[in-house]
């Protein structure tokens, strides 16, 4: 069996310190075996003393450098990440807390219509609006409105002489929305313009029998 031999790389014996240094400690000169790296100059290895360890404490602050601004650039993208997606969850509550008080803020509103909005009652019902309008709550749908699929909920549909295109002519419930996010459609009746009518079955008949006449 073979012994290993003294202050080996296994751990047996004295312990083998290997000196990696490229600065020689004793004499302050750079050691012959060791390569300038990257960023260093080619004739490194031929400079001493200040010189050779003027050039590597260069290099090392470059390194140095670059970690730094790398680091820097990464923290202020995690930053900018963590408050976007922060800001976004504080508008998900908020929107959901405010949609839970639509249908408070719509007995409100009927109050008001039938002259009942008196007295404590009224105070608190105007203290409410208040809050919800600091929130960023925005109340939408008028009549005369142009029809919009995407804010309006058509519950009734008729034709007028007096109106251009599409109208919500009759608001039933209004809308509401927080930002960019429709917290509920407004409730309407639309009007589109008379000449859209589609031809009943008796007038269809007639024309029928108008163009049978012509043609004999």
């Excluded at 007028?160 to 459609?185: F, K």
């Excluded at 409730?187 to 008949?205: F, H, Y």
């Amino acid at each position: 069996m073979t012994d290993r031999p003294t202050g080996s790389e296994f751990g047996d014996g004295d312990p083998v310190v290997r000196d990696k240094r490229r600065i020689d400690p004793e004499t302050g000169e750079v050691r012959e075996s060791e390569q300038a790296p990257a960023g260093v100059p080619d004739d490194v290895s031929s400079l001493t003393g200040p010189s050779a360890q003027e050039a590597l404490l260069t290099e090392a602050l470059s390194e140095r450098t670059a970690d730094l601004q790398r680091l820097q650039a990464e923290y202020v993208n995690y930053k900018r990440r963590v408050d976007r997606d922060r800001e976004a969850s504080r508008e998900l509550v908020i929107g959901s807390v405010l949609s839970e008080l639509l249908g408070t803020l719509d007995d409100v509103g009927r109050a008001r219509e039938a002259g009942e909005l008196e007295g404590a009652f009224k105070a608190v019902a105007e203290s409410l609006e208040r809050v919800t309008e600091k929130l960023g709550l925005v109340k939408f749908g008028e009549p005369g409105d142009p029809f919009d699929p995407r804010i309006h909920e058509a519950l009734l549909h008729n034709y007028s002489d007096e109106v251009d295109g599409p109208t919500a002519t009759m608001v039933m419930q209004p809308g509401y929305r927080h930002g960019e996010r429709i917290l509920r459609a407004a409730r309407v009746a639309v009007s589109e313009p008379t000449e859209k009518l589609p031809d009943t079955p008796a007038e269809s008949t007639a024309d029928d029998e108008q163009a049978a006449d012509k043609s004999e």
